[in-house]
């Protein structure tokens, strides 16, 4: 008997920790967004699985490596526990269109817009016993990548304005979020958790 579960997907750069306009690959470089970590913790103690899905094509392109995100990734983890929170999994997607690399270009259906990475975390779900109800799972991030994944997926999409803060870009693509929040705290507070 599995258990259906609801899944908040977060983009990580820019809406978790704020970006720095480049790739960031130190922890000195890493920083949580304010309010983010307890965000994460209120998300996460009203029953929400959380899953970061990030681009990391600097991996492709040479100016990161595997080490240095994987490192970050669990950083954020280190972070979060201030919060007595976690995140559940975490995927990355190292591949770039523009910097082919036999290593990275099997994953080019991962990365965002593309939905590969949502469809893996769904499917590792559901290998351990839990059914991911999509119309009750939202995909946060502050791209219109991460609006246009999160409704290809089948997911409720959420723009936040930190970050890059692509609302206009949004508007004029017509690649539009349900709701767009000034940072993840007012995302979870202001829509996802009333
Ligand atoms: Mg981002």
Redesign the pocket.
């Known amino acids: 008997m599995s258990e259906t579960i609801r899944v908040l997907f977060l983009?990580?750069?820019?809406?978790i920790n704020e970006?720095a306009g480049s790739y960031i690959t130190s922890r000195e470089q890493f920083r949580l967004i304010e309010r983010a970590g307890e965000a994460v913790a209120l998300a996460r103690d009203a029953g929400f699985r959380i899953v970061v899905v990030?681009?990391q094509a600097g991996i492709a392109r040479g100016i990161t490596t595997i080490e240095e995100v994987e490192d970050l990734n669990r950083y954020l983890n280190e972070l979060l526990s201030g919060w007595n929170t976690a995140y559940d999994r975490c995927y990355y997607c190292p591949s770039h269109p523009d910097y082919p690399n036999p290593l990275y270009d099997r994953f080019n259906a991962c990365r965002k817009p593309e939905t590969g990475m949502v469809e893996r975390a769904i499917g590792d779900f559901l290998a351990d016993g839990f059914v991911v109800d999509r119309s009750a799972s939202f995909f946060i991030?502050?791209?219109m990548v991460?609006v246009e994944c999160g409704l290809r997926s089948g997911l409720r999409p959420v723009l936040v304005r930190t970050?890059?803060n692509e609302e206009r870009l949004c508007l004029e693509r017509g690649i539009l979020p349900e709701y767009v929040a000034d940072d993840l705290y007012r995302a979870v507070t202001g829509h996802i958790l009333v």
């Open positions: 983009d990580r750069d820019g809406t970006d990030t681009n991030g502050d791209k991460d970050g890059h």
